[in-house]
């Protein structure tokens, strides 16, 4: 790499007190998936004030390019992405969340950051290297469809298509300076399960003039656990899980309809088609032995995300040159689902993860009300990422 590693980590500290404000703004300003208008907004004035050509794209996204000497040459894409949780924050910082019942737990704000430093970097140094990098702030990553189909959809990334796109997403078991690698499989895909289960209802003193329908809501369950963990092929992992389940009787009334809703992952398309076909014969059974209606929608979510081997065992390598071998680490598979793997059943894609856990401090989960990071992980995750871009442009 031409612009050394001493240049971008130089730059990258030049920068450093307005990582940090970006950052901060973003947290304390967190919108909703696809309703990010705000957010985009911000984004949007950052990367005028230093002159990078943006467009926007799936409503509340945005798409960025810098093109550097002999643009056609090769092409990398960066993704953040921009969306918060719907969580009341709980942690007292003095930026915490201005909206209420909005939060950014899993991290998002710290993406977003790290691309806009990223470019805001790569921007300055664009006459030094060769090819072209485009940063793309996603939408919608929380809920479904996800955002990625929407960016996909829009055909943004055809002309041209990227070499590459690398996406990055904080990890809270991992100290700051740390970053983790997965070649291939890493994440799982995500499906939706929901159920009405309905009967006729009656006295909970004679079920038997009516259809127990929480028994039958209980076998449901039970019952549609042992048809997938029965039948999933030997080393593949799948997960199951049923978290609500809803019945408004009473001590002495049999409800006419218990609602259910649950997940599905599994690290295998082919399974996961097989599976979903047997969780709707076992679900007819059940309808017909027990009389009730039991309808039964299964809803299509993110696909196994899977990188590239070659791009990750490459970024790995640059992550251990750059940050010493002790603070790269491998990481196991996820049973978690992201819209990123999308991204990867189209283009070479390699998503890692940032450590942001304080050293000596207890981990705050993702998705909770009291998540923290170490925000000196912002200046991890942007040194690597300018790093993993020219690395990548220049081979």
């Known amino acids: 790499m031409?612009?050394?590693?001493?240049?971008?980590?130089?730059?990258?500290?030049?920068?450093?007190?307005?990582?940090?404000?970006?950052?901060?703004?973003?947290?304390?300003?967190?919108?909703?998936?696809?309703?990010?208008?705000?957010?985009?907004?911000?984004?949007?004035?950052?990367?005028?004030?230093?002159?990078?050509?943006?467009k926007q794209v799936a409503d509340t996204g945005l798409i960025a390019e810098i093109r550097g000497r002999n643009p056609q040459?090769?092409?990398?894409?960066l993704r953040g992405d921009i969306d918060a949780l719907p969580i009341q924050e709980q942690t007292g910082?003095?930026?915490?969340?201005?909206?209420?019942?909005?939060?950014?737990a899993c991290g998002h704000d710290v993406h977003t950051s790290c691309v806009l430093g990223s470019g805001r970097i790569l921007n300055e140094l664009k006459d030094q290297f060769e090819g072209t990098v485009k940063l793309l702030f996603q939408p919608g990553e929380?809920?479904?469809?996800?955002?990625?189909?929407k960016i996909i959809a829009s055909g943004v990334l055809n002309d041209p298509k990227p070499d590459a796109i690398i996406g990055q997403h904080v990890y809270a078991e991992l100290e700051a300076g740390k970053l983790g690698f997965r070649p291939g499989m890493y994440m799982?895909?995500?499906?939706?399960?929901?159920?009405?289960?309905?009967?006729?209802?009656?006295h909970a003193a004679m079920p038997d003039r009516t259809v127990d329908i929480l028994n039958v809501a209980s076998r449901f369950i039970l019952g549609m656990q042992e048809e997938v963990y029965?039948?999933?092929?030997?080393?593949?992992?799948?997960?199951?899980t049923f978290g609500k389940i809803e019945g408004k009787g009473a001590t002495n009334v049999i409800p006419k309809e218990v609602t259910i809703a649950g997940t599905f992952r599994t690290m295998n398309e082919d399974w996961r088609d097989e599976a979903h076909g047997r969780m709707k014969s076992f679900s007819e059974k059940l309808a017909l032995e027990s009389k009730a209606v039991i309808e039964l929608d299964i809803r299509k979510g993110?696909?196994?995300?899977?990188?590239?081997?070659?791009?990750t065992a490459m970024l790995k390598s640059l992550a251990q040159k750059n940050l010493t071998t002790e603070n790269v680490v491998d990481l196991d598979i996820r049973m978690t689902a992201e819209d990123f793997s999308y991204y990867s059943q189209h283009f070479k894609a390699c998503f890692y993860r940032l450590g942001i856990r304080t050293p000596g401090k207890e981990v705050t989960n993702l998705?909770?009300?009291?998540?923290?990071?170490?925000?000196?992980?912002?200046?991890?995750?942007?040194?690597?990422?300018v790093c993993a871009a020219l690395h990548y442009l220049e081979i």
């Not at 031409?2 to 940090?20: A, D, F, N, P, R």
């Not at 799982?188 to 009656?202: M, N």
């Not at 029965?230 to 199951?240: D, F, G, R, S, T």
């Open 188 to 202: 799982a895909s995500g499906d939706e399960i929901h159920v009405k289960l309905r009967g006729p209802g009656g």
């Open 302 to 311: 993110y696909p196994c995300l899977v990188n590239d081997e070659n791009l």
């Open 142 to 149: 929380e809920v479904l469809p996800g955002g990625a189909t």
């Open 2 to 54: 031409t612009i050394s590693h001493q240049q971008i980590s130089e730059s990258v500290k030049k920068y450093g007190q307005e990582l940090l404000s970006i950052r901060r703004h973003l947290h304390q300003h967190p919108e909703l998936s696809f309703v990010e208008y705000k957010t985009s907004a911000y984004i949007a004035s950052q990367l005028k004030e230093w002159g990078i050509a943006y």
């Open 93 to 104: 910082l003095p930026f915490a969340s201005i909206n209420e019942g909005v939060m950014h």
């Open 73 to 77: 040459k090769r092409l990398i894409v």
């Open 230 to 240: 029965q039948n999933v092929p030997e080393k593949i992992p799948a997960v199951l």
């Open 367 to 385: 998705h909770s009300p009291d998540f923290v990071v170490d925000e000196s992980a912002l200046e991890t995750g942007v040194n690597f990422m």
